[in-house]
């Protein structure tokens, strides 16, 4: 779906089970209510139910999504509920938004792949800071298409590939299989990372160059895809396979 689509979608409220009343991200407040209230960055962050979520529990977000319509509803839900949400619209994929680097305590990119984007977050946090990101990866069998094949991949991830991003990066969560998000039903990979400490910035890129396009990642054969019952690692990524 184009932005075009996008919009049309959250005006007609087509999908309010998904785009409306959906809870927010399970991993997103899994994640947050282990760390201190601080600036949080969601990216792609459709109507906004992390935002919300985020912003309800002393969080100062910044929200950015390249809907108008979505971010229209974002900014009227923050109003009847008497939160501060700094919203804006912004085409993530033609680089119109710069991630300020080292500046966010927690970044989220839930349900939206753009490998340079990943980039960008990951020089945009603190020393310390954690990013959370959430893909959908290709189904076995599934037959070829534009949005699966891995070598014109610009919407879902194979098998093992998110993870291979973090090398030397604290693993907080990795796991791969059905969603506990019920507003999505598609195999995903998720990560929460920390940046180390000691990483040094301003050399990375905070914005995606103009001509970039999005993509995702299987896991390391080294960290395994988590059960269940058990999603955190608390590892640090090793060189991939």
């Not at 109507?47 to 977000?61: D, E, P, S, T």
């Not at 940046?195 to 080294?222: E, I």
Request: proline share 7%.
């Amino acid at each position: 779906m184009d932005i075009r689509e996008w919009d049309q979608r959250y005006r007609s409220g087509a999908r309010p089970e998904e785009d409306l009343e959906a809870a927010p991200t399970p991993l997103v407040v899994r994640i947050a209510q282990t760390l201190p209230a601080g600036e949080a960055l969601d990216l792609a962050c459709g109507a906004g139910r992390n935002a919300l979520w985020l912003a309800r529990h002393k969080w100062k977000v910044t929200a950015v999504d390249g809907s108008e319509a979505a971010i229209d509803i974002l900014r009227e839900r923050a109003a009847r509920q008497g939160l501060r949400i700094d919203a804006s619209v912004a085409d993530l994929e033609s680089g119109d938004y710069r991630i300020e680097p080292s500046r966010w305590d927690l970044i989220a990119i839930c349900y939206y792949l753009q490998l340079d984007l990943i980039e960008c977050a990951k020089a945009g946090l603190k020393p310390g800071g954690v990013l959370i990101v959430i893909v959908h990866i290709s189904e076995e069998g599934e037959p070829p298409s534009k949005h699966r094949l891995r070598h014109r991949l610009r919407h879902r991830l194979q098998s093992g590939e998110l993870i291979r991003h973090f090398d030397g990066w604290e693993i907080l969560h990795s796991f791969e299989g059905r969603p506990e998000d019920a507003a999505h039903k598609r195999s995903v990979a998720e990560v929460a990372v920390r940046r180390p400490s000691n990483s040094g910035g301003g050399d990375s890129p905070t914005r995606p160059p103009k001509s970039a396009t999005g993509a995702d990642h299987p896991k390391t054969a080294d960290i395994p895809a988590e059960p269940r019952d058990s999603r955190s690692t608390g590892r640090t990524s090793e060189t991939p396979a």
